[in-house]
């Protein structure tokens, strides 16, 4: 049972739009969320994070925005750039005991910025 | 944020052999963690290495099949065991510091077995 979802395998997107990418969870536990961003051949790397507590998070193009009583999150990236093209997983905190929080990966979204 | 050197960064084996990546970190941290991302799968996590006694396996993943060491703070290894055409994926290590920051992955081992 896959318990964060993204269910856009792919978006293009032209230069200088917006990227709206999606995420949906099902596991009420989670607390915390996170976007990485990931090129090929290159491991994940941290984008931006937003805790259950918050509904917005912005660090200049990025914003994420979460919804509870939806279990819905989305990354908004504006505007969006050719650089920006790669794929974007998003992922889920929760406690799992002894001081330790796990990570729940949704399948990523590739994101293609056309110039 | 650290900087994860992973090793080999990608290998081709034949199957039934035995392979160890290793992961090395530029500072000590806290937390390392083994994911596995299968083709056109999410990261999934392996194991939690913990340094000075056996590894926490998650679900589906076993000692005999993932070997893990963490000698120290700096530095861990998992081995791919036995090595099925399934086990083609990318290994990935990842590291957090403390529970107020995220985790931060090398660049992966891709392996393929044939």
């Known amino acids: 049972d896959q318990q964060v979802k993204q269910n856009s395998p792919s978006l293009s997107v032209q230069e200088g739009r917006i990227s709206i990418l999606n995420c949906d969870y099902t596991n009420s536990m989670f607390d915390y969320f996170l976007w990485y961003k990931k090129y090929p051949a290159e491991g994940p790397t941290f984008l931006i994070s937003i805790s259950s507590i918050k509904d917005k998070n912005e660090d200049g193009r990025f914003t994420v925005f979460l919804n509870k009583s939806a279990k819905h999150l989305s990354l908004h990236i504006v505007p969006s750039q050719p650089g920006d093209s790669a794929v974007y997983f998003c992922?889920?905190?929760?406690?799992?005991?002894?001081?330790?929080?796990?990570?729940?990966f949704g399948k990523g979204t590739k994101l293609s910025v056309i110039p | 944020s650290a900087v994860i050197s992973q090793k080999p960064s990608r290998d081709i084996c034949q199957r039934g052999t035995s392979l160890t990546i290793q992961c090395q970190v530029d500072s000590q941290v806290t937390m390392m963690f083994w994911y596995r991302q299968q083709p056109g799968q999410s990261l999934t996590l392996i194991a939690t290495a913990n340094q000075g006694s056996e590894a926490t396996y998650e679900s589906g993943f076993v000692i005999d099949k993932f070997p893990i060491s963490r000698p120290n703070l700096t530095f861990s290894t998992l081995t791919v065991s036995n090595m099925s055409p399934e086990d083609s994926s990318i290994y990935l290590c990842?590291?957090?510091?403390?529970?107020?920051?995220?985790?931060?992955f090398g660049d992966g081992t891709r392996l393929s077995i044939l």
């Open positions: 990842s590291v957090r510091d403390n529970i107020n920051q995220p985790q931060h």
């Open positions: 992922a889920a905190s929760q406690y799992s005991g002894a001081g330790s929080y796990q990570l729940t």
